[in-house]
């Protein structure tokens, strides 16, 4: 399967923790995004990287998170001294450079913090 | 600040009922329109999508959408579901400003009564 992949799928954590999640887009995708997704809800855009440059980033990123995409390839967020309130699904999508703006979701990741 | 709104939360239909899932989103400039899908255990999928042109879009699995500007809306329908269509869906909107910012409704959870 070449589809977009995320890890770990299950994530439980305590307050105060630092956590990491990790995303694997569609290789020949240069586009990637994250986004929050909360019971009842639709995502919620984070942030959107072109190629390794992060592009834009939401108010709702506070500066416990942080994302990279150092090579342009795979990408990973940390949520640093985490709090019950970060607990939803992550999800990650990428989309091609053809102008397609099609994006191809991830299964997510799903954060719990106890 | 752009939004999204979906119309109905919940929908219960019979099988071979026509459906028609509401969409209207707030932003004065040219947008991108989506409606992604979630089957049960599934990710997130594109249904359809409308960037120009004609305003009345087909997607997969016999879905389509019309686009009305002056009602800032793009309704999603399907003149006969089936079981299968059983399924979360999303309308979004990403501004067309040369960003990627996708904007996404709450979301539609469809229940199709065999």
């Known amino acids: 399967d070449t589809g977009v992949s995320q890890n770990p799928r299950h994530k439980i954590t305590k307050r105060g923790q630092n956590v990491t999640f990790r995303c694997d887009p569609i290789?020949?995708?240069?586009?990637l995004y994250w986004y929050r997704q909360t019971l009842g809800q639709g995502p919620e855009f984070l942030t959107y990287?072109?190629?390794?440059?992060?592009?834009?980033k939401s108010r709702l990123l506070s500066d416990r998170f942080s994302a990279e995409r150092p090579k342009g390839s795979f990408s990973t967020l940390e949520i640093q001294r985490t709090e019950q309130g970060d607990s939803a699904m992550y999800l990650c999508?990428?989309?091609?450079?053809?102008?397609?703006?099609?994006?191809?979701f991830g299964p997510g990741t799903r954060l719990t913090v106890t | 600040a752009q939004s999204v709104s979906q119309h109905n939360h919940h929908v219960i239909l019979s099988e071979a009922a026509s459906l028609e899932l509401g969409c209207n989103y707030s932003?004065?400039?040219?947008?991108?329109l989506f409606w992604y899908v979630q089957y049960p255990g599934q990710h997130l999928q594109l249904l359809l999508k409308?960037?120009?042109?004609?305003?009345l879009v087909k997607g997969i699995k016999g879905f389509e959408a019309e686009f009305i500007k002056s009602k800032f809306s793009f309704n999603l329908r399907k003149p006969s579901v089936q079981w299968s269509d059983t399924a979360e869906y999303f309308c979004?909107?990403?501004?067309?400003?040369?960003?990627?910012?996708?904007?996404f409704g709450a979301g539609t959870r469809l229940f199709v009564k065999a």
């Open positions: 290789s020949e995708h240069n586009r």
């Open positions: 999508a990428s989309s091609s450079r053809t102008g397609d703006y099609e994006q191809y």
């Open positions: 990287f072109q190629n390794e440059a992060q592009l834009e």
């Open positions: 409308y960037f120009s042109g004609d305003p």
């Open positions: 979004a909107v990403s501004p067309n400003t040369g960003g990627f910012k996708t904007i």
């Open positions: 932003y004065g400039g040219t947008v991108n």
